[in-house]
């Protein structure tokens, strides 16, 4: 039987108060108060992903954007997203993002390429006054900009690939690209199994690219294709592959290994961090102790600021200023999470939630 919670009395984590010096996710301190700051720059930035793997993104959030705070929640429950209906991830999408609204965030990132291709237009029509940012757009601009050929290979879920989101993004951008679309389900297994190394994680990155090396290996000679106005012109090889799901950046090494380092690999990780950066700005809403030139504030303990190597960073003083949540199985989230994060995570750090 559920309690009610008489009005204006504290109804759990969603009224905790933020504080730089707080500590462990179990104590109160986990949201900054609009009605004790009267400043919307002081509030978090909230994350979400089917599951882990929007960890990657919140990883390149805390190098990019360090003061800031952070809510992600990693719906375990109900993963993986990229088999599901349009219909199914919308509904999803909706109550995933309404429980972080809940926590009064200033800017909200759909950590999930699934997601994003099929929610993002409902979520900005449910939240009209809320920055809703998704890894789609990010990542076709980084894409269109570091090919070279005009030759751009997409790896995402059987969602994404099927909605053909990063086509229509990349068409946008580069009408004249010629983007390939492989889904490859099994590799949100491996990243979420850990298994990103070794024989099993290189038979599979193979069989899925297939199709690149096979191109690769015939060349110019015989590969054709029409591009728009009549024209036919020879194929070039693929030079950009887009990593289209947030679960992939763990197995870049054996991805990179199994194409050659002539592609070029595009983490949209990375430049959807620098789309929230640019669109924090354009609102006035970073963080105080942020630089303007979006260096790391010079007022603040550098152990407190993430930096590259797991032996030169204070993760205390970086998890002070995260509070991660889950739908499921925070044990597992904790393990494999700190493998997406890059440092370690205990399921006494997490709170469950229910959607």
């Known amino acids: 039987m559920n309690e009610q919670t008489p009005a204006g009395k504290n109804s759990g984590p969603a009224d905790f108060v933020f504080s730089p010096d707080h500590e462990p996710r179990n104590s109160p301190g986990v949201r900054p108060s609009l009605s004790q700051s009267g400043d919307k720059k002081l509030l978090p930035v909230g994350i979400f992903d089917s599951g882990v793997g929007g960890l990657t993104v919140l990883a390149e959030l805390l190098k990019r954007l360090p003061y800031e705070y952070y809510y992600y929640l990693g719906d375990t429950a109900r993963l993986p997203y990229g088999t599901k209906s349009n219909g199914t991830i919308v509904r999803y999408s909706l109550q995933v993002a309404e429980k972080l ?147 992939f950046p763990p197995l870049v090494p054996v991805i990179q290994s199994v194409v050659g380092d002539t592609v070029t690999l595009v983490d949209s990780a990375a430049t959807t961090a620098e789309a929230v950066e640019e669109r924090l700005r354009e609102l006035n809403l970073l963080h105080p102790d942020q630089a303007p030139d979006g260096a790391k504030g010079a007022d603040r303990a550098t152990e407190d600021c993430p930096v590259d190597g797991p032996h030169d960073r204070d993760d205390s003083g970086i998890l002070s200023r995260l509070h991660l949540l889950t739908t499921d199985a925070p044990e597992r989230f904790a393990r494999v999470g700190s493998l997406f994060l890059g440092m370690p995570l205990t399921s006494a750090s997490l709170e469950l939630v229910a959607l």
């Open 101 to 247: 609204v809940e926590r009064n965030i200033k800017l909200l990132v759909v950590a999930c390429n699934t997601a994003t291709a099929a929610a993002l237009p409902h979520l900005r029509k449910a939240y009209p006054h809320l920055p809703v940012l998704g890894v789609v757009e990010p990542g076709a601009r980084a894409a269109c900009k570091i090919s070279r050929n005009g030759s751009i290979v997409v790896l995402g879920t059987e969602s994404t690939i099927r909605g053909q989101a990063y086509t229509k993004a990349i068409h946008a951008l580069r009408p004249d690209a010629r983007v390939t679309g492989i889904a490859c389900t099994l590799f949100v297994s491996l990243a979420e199994e850990g298994w990103i190394t070794g024989h099993v994680a290189e038979a599979i990155t193979a069989r899925y690219l297939a199709p690149i090396l096979e191109h690769r290996t015939a060349g110019l000679q015989d590969a054709k294709e029409n591009v728009p106005g009549g024209r036919a012109r020879q194929a070039a090889p693929p030079d950009c592959l887009v990593l289209g799901c947030t679960h």
